[in-house]
């Protein structure tokens, strides 16, 4: 939720900062995947490849705590899933 966006363009604005950010510090693909056109919430998709699952998953914990930490906007629910071979 980014309750103090009252356009598009400033949900893109804190979205695109966001995806940077967690881009840049945990080398993760992340991308809007739903309800674009909804000015106060934003569905993302954040993705990373690892041998090692208990390597993802401290990843996504620490995306997690970051998401909850975040100045700009509020994490609503989550789902995370490890895929394995």
């Known amino acids: ?4 966006a009252q356009s598009l363009k ?10 940077d950010k967690l881009h840049q510090h945990h080398q ?8 674009l056109d909804n000015a106060q919430r934003a ?6 490849a690892s041998n090692d699952g208990r ?3 401290s990843v996504l914990d620490r995306i997690l705590d970051e998401l909850r930490r975040h100045r700009d906007c509020v994490l609503g629910d989550f ?5 394995g071979g």
């Open 1 to 4: 939720m980014i309750h103090q």
């Open 28 to 35: 993760v693909s992340v991308a809007e995947v739903d309800q």
């Open 43 to 48: 569905i993302l998709g954040i993705t990373l």
């Open 79 to 83: 789902r995370s899933e490890i895929i």
């Open 10 to 19: 400033d949900k893109r604005r804190v979205v695109a900062s966001l995806k």
């Open 55 to 57: 390597y993802a998953q």
